[in-house]
């Protein structure tokens, strides 16, 4: 899922949203532990010149340079804040539509995702 494309020819940081809600289906059932962003730089407009940190991409300045954003997660209850005493795993089974809302912290220089069950049709998501 892309959460935010800039392109530094013409956006600036006011550009950047303060946050996006994302919908995705679970592929598999278990824990979902984290959330792992990554990202990719191109020098071209054809977007054949690539830095990227992308799993498999074993580009090498990006291994060696920068890396993946890793964030752990814990189950957001449905007004998006985290139980009170204790983390509440996230269990998922095949199928379960989860939201993930990510938050855009200085104009998009850091981020900070948390995920639930999804409660809500799709077109509600804001």
Not at 45 to 72: C, H, K
Not at 89 to 99: I, K, N, Q
Not at 113 to 125: G, I, M, Y
Request: hydrophobic residues 40%; charged residues 25%; proline residues 5%.
């Amino acid at each position: 899922v892309c959460v935010l494309e800039v392109d530094w020819r013409r956006d600036s940081r006011k550009s950047v949203p303060l946050n996006r809600t994302f919908r995705v289906t679970a592929t598999e059932a278990g824990k979902v532990h984290a959330v792992l962003f990554d990202w990719d730089v191109w020098a071209d407009n054809s977007r054949s010149d690539i830095l990227s940190t992308s799993p498999g991409s074993r580009n090498f300045a990006g291994d060696v340079a920068w890396g993946w954003l890793l964030q752990i997660q814990e189950e957001a209850q449905e007004d998006w804040q985290f139980a009170p005493s204790r983390p509440s795993p996230l269990s998922v089974a095949v199928g379960d539509r989860l939201d993930i809302a990510v938050e855009f912290i200085a104009g998009g220089i850091s981020m900070h995702a948390r995920t639930r069950h999804a409660s809500t049709p799709e077109h509600d998501l804001g």
